[in-house]
């Protein structure tokens, strides 16, 4: 297994980008490679998307969820990955996310992008545009909590 791991810090209470990471289905609108997301039940969501190149599905069961703090997931079908986020109050009223990914790469493909870095730099792109995205949505609701679907 293959493992990433990135942290970012957003300007904004850390209920609010919580909230905002478990709407799913806004996954596209800022991760890079995601087609679609769709949360099918409480805990599973389901994914289309590109992963090395190739166009791929798959499922993610919610393992653990401790909301504003903590989600974890592993994969239950398709490309095998697993991880955790973890979401800490920091400085002024910010949020510090943590996210640990671990993946298993299948084609000589995604071997190869994994050695160079290329999901590494993926990652980091996707939390900077989450990041962009929740500080936009805060600063033109003056940070008012939104509904969110865990």
């Known amino acids: ?3 990433v791991e990135s942290s970012i810090e957003v300007d904004a209470p850390r209920r609010q980008v919580y909230e905002a990471w478990t709407r799913f289905e806004e996954w596209p609108t800022y991760m890079e490679g995601i087609e679609s997301a769709e949360q099918v039940t409480d805990r599973r969501v389901r994914f289309k998307g590109e992963v090395g190149g190739k166009e791929r599905e798959w499922s993610a069961q919610i393992t653990e969820q401790v909301p504003d703090e903590r989600i974890s997931w592993r994969s239950v079908e398709g490309a095998e990955n697993n991880g955790t986020l973890t979401f800490s109050e920091s400085g002024d009223g910010g949020t510090r996310i943590d996210l640990r990914l671990e993946f298993d790469p299948e084609t000589w493909t995604e071997k190869a992008g ?5 999901l590494d730099a993926r990652i980091k792109g996707d939390l900077k545009r989450f990041k962009e995205r929740v500080e936009e949505r805060s ?5 008012a ?3 969110g679907r865990l």
């Open 1 to 3: 297994m293959e493992k």
């Open 114 to 118: 994994a050695a160079v870095g290329i």
């Open 139 to 143: 600063a033109t609701a003056g940070g």
């Open 145 to 147: 909590r939104t509904a």
